[in-house]
């Protein structure tokens, strides 16, 4: 019954901005971290940003400075807005949420473009 839902992905500039949001619902009664991965045609699964219970963020070096990683626990939501983007941020962007017992949930993941 758990279920993330990813929305926000779509064509953008060079340059341009872009904010990702997760929603996510169902039995989840304690969170260990929330954050998002990423995943490029021919190339391995790459943990983009990463936030823990506790607050801690986690950036993956290539978007430090660009992005920023925030949670709303009332709106159990969990967003990532991106800055000044670049060609090689093109991804299928996916939302996970793991709990302290080490499961991990995953959203069905939301296509970024970034073209000129």
């Known amino acids: 019954q758990v279920q993330l839902v990813e929305s926000g992905g779509g064509l953008v500039q060079p340059g341009g901005p872009l904010r990702l949001s997760c929603t996510y619902s169902g039995s989840i009664f304690s969170i260990s971290s929330m954050g998002w991965y990423r995943q490029a045609p021919e190339k391995e699964r790459e943990l983009v940003a990463r936030?823990?219970?506790?607050?801690?963020?986690n950036y993956a070096e290539s978007v430090k400075g660009r992005c920023t990683i925030s949670r709303d626990r009332t709106k159990k939501t969990v967003t990532l807005q991106m800055n000044n983007l670049k060609l090689e941020d093109t991804a299928v962007y996916y939302c996970?949420?793991?709990?302290?017992?080490?499961?991990?949930?995953w959203g069905q993941g939301t296509q970024v473009t970034v073209s000129s």
């Open positions: 996970y949420l793991r709990v302290p017992e080490g499961r991990e949930y």
């Open positions: 936030i823990s219970s506790s607050g801690f963020t």
